[in-house]
């Protein structure tokens, strides 16, 4: 009939039609699927940890186990507690002041120390993000990486490998080392945890302090530098290319144990006694250390004691082994104010100390 379609031509047109929806289908999936393989799951980028070591982390952190306490104190201060779901076993001994800021860190997981890690339980906490001291042993550090978790370490101080990877490195200018480390650690965290802006003005503190503490205690002859040595409760103390050392150094003071020690370890009271330091300090963790040695009759030899001069440092000092902020910012001002308090009339400590706690740790200083 006239004005129909042919039955045959009509069965090709509709195949026709057919395939070229078909095609558009193929086409829209195969298109779809160029973009999921083309974005990953997790979109990440590159960053470089202080043991020199390239690590892919993802663009968005919100998942981290914490396994150095210096690195949790830095996180604290840059407002990225909020990422952790767990912590380095006795973070209670290494940082105590962290439940004023983190008041569920007492209910999180410890998976692991400074040292070691229980894969099993880290697993569990499905974490974005390990972050490890620099000083934990390789096979660790490649046990958690093996496992697909990103792992970074930190040092707090800028050396190659072969010193960066030890718990007491020997470093050819310890404050250059502890200055740029320092720095490069709270910068890396910053971008890590995409807090760049409060980073920068971290270390603008930082470095803000560091320029009152120059200008007000100039320079000081190695003859006249005032001899200082850090006491626990037993004999371990801290020798040369530990940042206990740098702090007295820029305090004005000389660390008896430096020429003698390389890192933290264990001296006899012979060694304290022929030293005979003018000035003990003591930091705020082991404080119980102070009333200890000043009723030691052995002790009692030394002129630090003799002449009242045994200083349990405030908890923000934090006279470590290892720089943190706050130590810079506040605790090279104290110590330097401890020793030379003639030269620091004018420096207003105690109202620095609340400034710098309210903005970086939202809390007052008690």
Request: aromatic content about 8%; overall charge neutral; proline content about 5%.
């Amino acid at each position: 009939m006239a004005g129909r379609p042919c039955p045959v031509a009509q069965h090709h047109y509709i195949k026709e039609i057919r395939s070229v929806k078909l095609s558009c289908k193929q086409f829209a999936i195969a298109w779809l699927l160029t973009l999921l393989l083309a974005v990953p799951a997790h979109a990440a980028r590159t960053v470089t940890d202080q043991l020199g070591r390239t690590v892919s982390v993802p663009d968005s952190v919100s998942r981290v186990v914490v396994l150095q306490h210096q690195a949790l104190d830095i996180m604290i201060q840059l407002g990225a507690q909020g990422t952790v779901v767990g912590v380095l076993e006795k973070w209670d001994k290494y940082l105590p002041g962290a439940a004023k800021c983190m008041s569920d860190i007492k209910a999180m997981p410890t998976p692991g120390g400074l040292s070691s890690v229980n894969m099993e339980a880290l697993l569990a906490l499905n974490p974005d993000l390990v972050i490890v001291t620099h000083y934990a042993p390789k096979d660790m550090i490649d046990q958690i990486s093996a496992a697909g978790i990103p792992t970074v370490a930190i040092s707090l101080f800028d050396a190659a490998y072969a010193e960066a990877s030890k718990l007491n490195p020997d470093l050819k200018d310890a404050q250059e080392a502890y200055n740029k480390g320092l720095k490069d650690a709270v910068l890396l965290l910053g971008d890590i945890f995409e807090k760049q802006e409060r980073a920068a003005k971290l270390m603008q503190t930082v470095e803000q302090s560091r320029s009152i503490l120059k200008s007000h205690l100039g320079n000081i002859p190695e003859g006249e530098r005032v001899r200082c040595y850090m006491a626990r409760s037993n004999l371990h103390t801290y020798g040369r290319g530990k940042y206990t050392s740098v702090i007295m150094e820029r305090a004005g003071g000389v660390n008896v144990a430096a020429k003698e020690v390389v890192g933290f370890k264990e001296v006899t009271m012979e060694d304290v006694l022929r030293w005979n330091p003018e000035v003990i300090f003591v930091q705020w963790r082991h404080r119980k250390a102070a009333d200890q040695l000043i009723a030691d009759p052995a002790w009692q030899q030394v002129d630090a004691v003799k002449n009242g001069q045994v200083h349990v440092c405030p908890e923000y000092v934090k006279p470590w082994g290892h720089a943190l902020p706050e130590s810079m910012a506040l605790g090279e001002l104290w110590m330097a104010k401890t020793l030379y308090p003639e030269k620091f009339k004018d420096v207003d400590l105690d109202a620095m100390v609340q400034s710098y706690y309210k903005e970086f740790y939202g809390i007052p200083f008690e």
